[in-house]
C-alpha cells in the first residue's frame, strides 16, 4: 500500500474541517449539561444550542425555529418523510418521489407502504435527471400527500430540477421534501421546497448530526412518540458538542463553496476526459454539465466493482461504488439501475478540501493498469 493514502470519498464522509475539530474541543468544556435546565451549566449549554442553530438557520437562510437538529442525515430523512405524510394523512396516502432518492428516503417509504400507503417512483434519464413531465403528472394525482425529490443525486452528482419541481408541487399544493445532504456546505438549494434535511458529515462536520428544516405553514406531525425537545421534531438529548462543530464548520463550508467548486470543477472534469479516453469499455455516468462539482462516477465493464475497490485501496485511495449505503447487499445499484446505465465495476470519485491535483494526478496515472489487471485475471485481454 502507498505511503501516502489517497481519500476519494467525500460523498460518504468529508474529512473533519479543521473549524469542527475546534469548536467541538471547546464545547466539550462548555457544553455537556442539558441545555434544558436551569442552572448555571444547563444556561451556558442553552446558548451553545442557540448560536448554533442560529448561525445554521442563517446559513441555510431559514427561520431558527424551523431548524431542528437530529442525531443523523438518515434520522432526519425519515422524520421528513414520515412526518409529512403523517401531517396529511387526510389528503391522502400517496408519496411521490423520484427512483434515485437515497436509501433513507426508500425505506421510510417502504414503511409507510407496509402500513397501508402508496409509494410512487418518478423515473429519470440515462444522465440521471428526473422526468418533469411524469414528475407534473404523478404530483397532480388525487390523493398526494407529499413529494420528495433528492437535491443531487449522491450516486452520479447530477443536479435535479428542484426548482421545476416545486413549482409543480406549489401549483398543486403539495409540499416538497429536498433530501440536501450532498448540496448543503457545497452547492446553492433551490428554493420552494416545504421540509429539507442535511448531514453533517458530509461537509466535513461530525459524524451523528442532521439536520431537520419544516418551514412555517407547512403541516407535519413528528412520527415519534411525544417528546419535549428540538420542538418535538426529533427525540432525545443531543450531543451538543457536535452540533455545536457542525454549525461552525458548516458556516466556514457555505464560506468557501464557490472557490471549492472552481477548484474541485475542473478536477472532476479531467477526471471524466482521461478515464474515458484511457480506459476501454468504460462508462462515465450522470450529467457532464448539471453536476455537482465534486463527484464523479464511472462504470468498467469486465470488471468486478468490489475486486475493485479492494485493487485500488491496495494502491492507497479510498474510493466508493455504486451506492454506498447498499454496498454491502451485493446488488446493483438502485441508482445506476433506474438510469439505465451500466453498473458493473462502478467506481464513485468524491473529492474534498484536502484533495489535490496530484492526488487526481496518481489515481488517473494508476487507474488503467489496475483495471487491466483485473481483467487479465478473470482471463479478458485484448480490450
Given at each position: ?150 437535491a443531487a443525486s449522491h450516486e452520479v452528482g447530477t443536479l435535479q430540477p428542484v426548482a421545476e419541481a416545486a413549482a409543480t ?215
Amino acid at each position: 500500500m502507498s505511503a501516502s493514502p489517497v481519500y476519494l470519498d467525500a460523498a460518504t464522509a468529508a474529512p473533519l474541517h479543521p473549524v469542527a475539530r475546534q469548536a467541538l474541543l471547546a464545547a466539550l468544556d462548555d457544553g455537556w449539561a442539558d441545555p434544558g435546565k436551569l442552572y448555571t451549566q444547563a444556561r451556558r449549554a442553552r446558548q451553545l444550542l442557540d448560536a448554533a442553530r442560529a448561525a445554521t438557520a442563517e446559513t441555510l437562510g431559514v427561520r431558527p425555529d424551523e431548524l431542528s437538529f437530529t442525531g443523523s442525515g438518515t434520522s432526519a430523512a425519515h422524520a421528513a418523510v414520515l412526518g409529512g405524510l403523517a401531517g396529511r394523512r387526510r389528503i391522502g396516502p400517496i408519496l411521490v418521489h423520484s427512483e434515485i432518492e437515497h436509501s433513507a428516503v426508500l425505506h421510510a417509504a417502504e414503511r409507510h407502504t407496509a402500513a397501508g400507503g402508496t409509494a410512487l417512483g418518478v423515473p429519470v434519464d440515462r444522465l440521471g435527471r428526473l422526468d418533469v413531465a411524469a414528475w407534473d403528472t404523478a404530483v397532480r394525482a388525487p390523493g398526494v400527500a407529499l413529494a420528495a425529490l433528492i437535491a443531487a443525486s449522491h450516486e452520479v452528482g447530477t443536479l435535479q430540477p428542484v426548482a421545476e419541481a416545486a413549482a409543480t408541487c406549489a401549483d398543486a399544493g403539495v409540499p416538497l421534501y429536498v433530501d440536501a445532504a450532498q448540496a448543503v456546505g457545497r452547492a446553492p438549494v433551490p428554493a420552494g421546497w416545504s421540509v429539507l434535511t442535511a448531514s453533517a458529515h458530509k461537509w466535513g462536520g461530525p459524524a451523528g448530526v442532521g439536520l431537520l428544516v419544516v418551514r412555517k405553514g407547512t403541516r407535519w406531525e413528528s412520527p415519534w412518540p411525544a417528546d419535549e425537545r428540538e420542538s418535538g421534531r426529533t427525540p432525545g438529548a443531543l450531543n451538543l458538542p457536535a452540533v455545536v462543530a457542525a454549525a461552525a464548520s458548516l458556516r466556514a463550508a457555505a464560506a468557501d463553496a464557490a472557490a471549492e467548486a472552481a477548484r474541485l470543477a475542473p478536477l472532476v472534469d479531467r477526471i471524466r476526459a482521461r478515464v474515458a479516453a484511457e480506459v476501454p469499455d468504460v462508462e462515465v455516468v450522470g450529467d457532464p454539465d448539471h453536476r455537482l462539482p465534486h463527484l464523479v462516477t464511472f462504470s468498467c465493464l469486465y470488471v468486478d466493482g468490489e475486486a475493485l475497490l479492494h485493487a485500488l485501496d491496495r494502491r492507497g485511495f479510498a474510493v466508493s461504488s455504486g451506492s454506498s449505503c447498499t454496498s454491502s447487499t451485493l446488488r446493483p445499484s438502485h441508482v445506476l439501475e433506474a438510469m439505465g446505465v451500466l453498473s458493473h465495476g462502478n467506481v464513485r470519485i468524491s473529492l474534498h478540501r484536502e484533495t489535490t491535483e496530484a492526488d487526481v494526478e496518481r489515481f488517473l496515472t494508476e487507474l488503467p493498469a489496475i483495471v487491466a489487471d483485473l481483467r487479465a485475471e478473470a482471463g479478458v485481454v485484448g480490450l
